[in-house]
């Protein structure tokens, strides 16, 4: 079935299968920053972003997305930047395989929240799991990330 | 120094986090056949028949592949030097199945689905055979896992199959007996650890294709791409010369990467139909059918004095190394090596045992390797004999462990499945990290425990570590540089960058040593065509051994540089300097872009490369001393962590940050060992926690506070006094944290996870007694 999604700014005709998740969708299309991770919708790795809010694309059927938009990590490209910065500075990017689904997080949890808590930010980050950093250092780049304005 | 012990960002943290292709996966080719396995629905059975017939026939499916298909040869896949310490025990499919998810028989077919419908199309007859499922009782049992003639040790590891042992050692110090009767105070207690999955985020993958000169190239995610290269060579009987093994970016892999995995099965398809093809693992087939954490018993005797003089350890272990006997030997060893010289004082030592077969998922490399497992059992006995002594804790190991200067017999006699090296503690500021960790948990404050308001009680407990620094005699590292027109530099390592931050620290040693900005070094990595040799990414060693080659590369090419330059300036090169952007002598001044347009375009020209490599002589130790402080709901049992304060010895660091959260990453998966991951098997041999909703790694709710530090350390041997620091992090948390809650509750647990319900047992358990 024909499926019109918004990605990153530009409108595209998709073919999909009625039971294809949009991860596949994107990866076969060429995304590769959304990756797969558990199969099971548990790590947050394949997050992209619809309309703006963090979804996980495993268990996302492609067919919903249909006239929304989605953005991938290549759609903040300033941010991921800024991002990329904060972590590189407290050596919390490690192997860098779950990170642009932690940037696409931080950017819609710096639009969703006002001056979040240390608990609601890890609140809002919890379904990004992280295996390498030990997350204490992540969330110091993220503090920081938090204060630009 | 300029540019080694400083903080700078990775140098491929940016491009990662923007989404820039890199990792195994993102690089198959785009008509990759999709490679699938069938695996065993049983843990041990016989393979009667496969008819694959129907599987063969379906349309889109190019090639299906069982145990027919390839010559009988005995391997192991656990991704060491060569020849390894692991029995060579398997083959790349087998007429018998060992544990369920072991490889029956594999497809490549167009996709996804006709790969899945191509799977469900063989045809598969077992007799299926009672398993071993208990690894207390497979010594001597009567069902014997790996009755195949074919199979063998490299050498002497005590592999004795017909007995279900993969491998066996003993050591003895002194007479250990003699010495525990002469003691005042003896305890004896065991303690069980329990298997853990690595859960890397990027799950294992590889893929093949034939290059335009008709060889084979492998993209795998390893840590160890230059063994893969050679194992497949070895298995496959292809020529070394045909393969070529490149390492892209890689998800995580703490040791579960080591060993070899999809690579056989898209090489094995790709050189039979020609065409390229590519394995992604499920993370089932992750949890299932790749490596854990070898689970063990400790039997431990401890002695002492009634002055706190610890004067005997007798230690017996039996570990189980599943299926296959990948790193039976070599993490068995670890567990006494690399945990028992911490108290070198005592008069003898005793270690010993064996290391099983069961029908579970094997056991292999990961992060600690028996370290962890040895530390748990040690360091919660340690506390244990301390209450008996009624001696403090930390005064305890102030009198007992090892300080800098010393040494410890078991250095010499316990290598990694071979003898050890005889070494010096020429860098060990365990006293310091032990005194600064107390400082930073707040001991005196609050050791014991307190009760709270709320009835819950707030504790500490603390453990000291060591690992090592590579495998001395055995582990090579190489480097190569070359400068290029304009006078920046390529460095290309074998070493293998799996996100602990090693192209980025190996540019930071090449760049102080040849004065000149990191920036003008580019690091290239891991593949076996374009890069020098080196063992892999494990034991340790890409800091120390990686680290000591690239310096040594990096001091030759400032040399030829400065020779160079002297011949352009016409000066004694005795007389000429190099500081990093000019040769200097005597008022005369070329820049390096001066010399190296010169060398390139104009006169004496010339390539400038400079390769050295580096093999240890001996494998310094990073310490460290680990103090927790946790809460306790007496009413739960359950544990919520506090604080985490660690203290760490691993020499210069390198890149502070980078350091820094390679202990954060370790304690993390060690915290994660201690109290909430547990891999269980039902009853009849099938992974309960073979997905990331039943086996639960530590999220973000739950580690909210670390503090690490480092010790103020030289290790005269390191490229510019750093010792390695990658697994150093995992040992302290799960006995730190048994201590901890032992002083909270007076419940001691020995056999890892500290769940709730054991902890609330325990309490119930206590308050019947009284």
């Known amino acids: ?149 | 120094m300029k540019y080694v012990n400083k903080i700078r960002p990775s140098v491929d943290g940016k491009g990662l986090m923007m989404g820039k292709p890199g990792y195994t996966d993102d690089l198959a080719d785009i008509n990759s056949l999709i490679v699938k396995v069938l695996r065993s629905p049983y843990p041990y059975a016989k393979i009667l028949k496969i008819n694959k017939e129907k599987a063969e026939k379906l349309d889109g499916v190019e090639c299906v592949l069982t145990h027919k298909d390839f010559k009988r040869i005995p391997m192991t896949r656990a991704g060491q030097g060569y020849p390894e310490p692991s029995p060579h025990d398997k083959f790349i499919l087998d007429d018998h199945v060992r544990h369920i998810g072991d490889e029956v028989a594999a497809v490549a077919a167009a996709d996804n689905e006709t790969a899945d419908k191509a799977l469900a199309l063989l045809e598969v007859e077992y007799e299926v055979l009672e398993p071993v499922l208990n690894y207390e009782n497979a010594y001597e049992n009567k069902i014997i896992i790996h009755p195949e003639p074919e199979i063998h040790e490299m050498f002497p590891i005590g592999f004795e199959p017909k007995k279900n042992v993969a491998a066996a050692y003993m050591m003895n110090v002194g007479d250990v007996s003699k010495t525990l009767k002469e003691c005042d105070v003896v305890i004896e207690e065991s303690f069980y650890t329990q298997a853990q999955a690595h859960v890397m985020m990027e799950p294992h993958t590889a893929n093949a294709r034939i290059d335009f000169q008709g060889r084979l190239v492998i993209y795998s995610s390893t840590q160890t791409p230059f063994h893969v290269r050679r194992i497949l060579s070895q298995t496959m009987e292809y020529p070394l010369s045909k393969i070529r093994v490149i390492k892209p970016r890689i998800g995580g892999g703490y040791g579960g990467k080591q060993c070899l995995h999809g690579e056989f099965l898209v090489a094995a398809v790709t050189l039979r139909t020609g065409k390229p093809s590519k394995i992604v693992y499920t993370r089932k087939e992750v949890f299932e059918s790749t490596f854990s954490r070898h689970p063990m018993r400790f039997d431990i005797k401890l002695g002492a004095m009634k002055d706190g003089t610890l004067k005997g350890i007798d230690v017996e272990v039996l570990s189980d190394t599943g299926a296959y006997g990948e790193h039976a030997l070599t993490v068995f060893m670890v567990a006494g090596s690399k945990v028992f010289p911490l108290y070198n004082k005592v008069d003898s030592v005793r270690f010993g045992g064996k290391v099983v077969y069961t029908n579970h998922t094997p056991a292999g490399a990961f992060r600690g390797y028996g370290a962890i497992q040895g530390n748990y059992a040690l360091e919660s006995a340690v506390d244990m004999l301390c209450e008996k002594l009624g001696i403090d804790p930390i005064e305890f190991r102030n009198k007992n462990m090892i300080k800098e200067g010393e040494t410890s017999p078991i250095f010499a006699i316990m290598g990694e499945g071979t003898e050890g090296t005889a070494m010096n503690m020429e860098s060990c500021k365990l006293e310091y990290c032990v005194k600064r960790g107390t400082e930073l948990i707040g001991w005196n404050e609050k050791y014991p425990k307190k009760v709270m308001a709320d009835g819950k009680i707030r504790s500490v407990g603390m453990a000291i570590a060591m690992q090592g620094s590579g495998i001395p005699y055995i582990d090579m590292g190489s480097a190569m540089i070359k400068l290029n027109d304009d006078g920046f530099f390529n460095l290309m390592v074998g070493a293998t960058e799996l996100g602990q931050g090693s192209d980025t620290i190996l540019g930071q040693i090449a760049a102080e040593s040849l004065g000149v900005d990191p920036d003008k070094v580019i690091i290239y990595s891991s593949d076996s065509d374009l890069t020098p040799f080196d063992t892999g990414a494990y034991a340790s060693s890409t800091t120390y051994v990686s680290g000591n080659a690239v310096k040594r590369t990096a001091d030759k090419m400032r040399e030829m540089i400065i020779e160079e330059g002297a011949k352009a300036l016409g000066t004694p090169v005795s007389e000429t300097d190099f500081d990093g952007s000019s040769i200097k002598s005597n008022g005369k001044k070329i820049t390096l872009s001066e010399l190296s347009n010169r060398l390139y375009y104009s006169e004496d020209q010339k390539q400038l490369v400079a390769v050295e490599s580096y093999v240890g002589t001996k494998s310094p130790p990073p310490f460290m001393a680990g103090f927790v402080e946790i809460e306790v709901d007496p009413g739960t049992g359950k544990i919520e962590l506090i604080d985490y304060a660690a203290v760490v010895d691993c020499g210069t660091t390198i890149n502070p940050a980078l350091a820094r959260v390679q202990v954060e990453g370790g304690l993390v998966q060690g915290i994660g060992m201690a109290i909430y991951e547990d891999v269980v098997y039902s009853s009849s041999g099938g992974l309960i926690t073979n997905n990331m909703m039943n086996y639960r790694i530590p999220t973000r709710k739950e580690i909210t506070n670390m503090h690490v530090e480092f010790a103020d350390s030289f290790e005269p041997s390191g490229p510019y006094g750093a010792k390695s620091v990658g697994e150093i992090g995992i040992d302290t948390p799960p006995a730190a944290i048994a201590n901890a809650l032992y002083n909270a509750v007076g419940v001691r647990i020995q056999e890892l996870p500290i769940t709730p319900e054991k902890v609330l047992m325990g309490i119930i358990k206590q308050k019947d007694k009284e």
């Open chain 1, 1 to 149: 079935m024909k499926t019109k999604i918004n990605v990153n700014g530009t409108m595209k005709t998709f073919e999909v299968k009625p039971d294809e998740y949009l991860l596949d969708t994107l990866k076969n299309s060429g995304y590769v920053s959304v990756r797969r991770g558990c199969d099971t919708t548990s790590c947050g790795v394949c997050t992209v972003l619809l309309d703006g809010n963090p979804i996980a694309s495993c268990s996302y059927l492609s067919c919903r997305a249909d006239e929304h938009s989605v953005t991938t990590v290549e759609g903040i490209p300033e941010d991921a930047a800024l991002i990329a910065d904060f972590f590189g500075h407290e050596g919390a990017d490690q192997c860098g395989y779950c990170n642009p689904s932690m940037a696409l997080t931080l950017y819609a949890m710096k639009r969703e929240l006002k001056n979040p808590s240390d608990d609601e930010i890890r609140t809002y980050l919890v379904g990004n799991l992280c295996r390498c950093s030990g997350y204490v250092a992540q969330h110091r780049a993220i503090r920081a990330y938090l204060e630009v304005e």
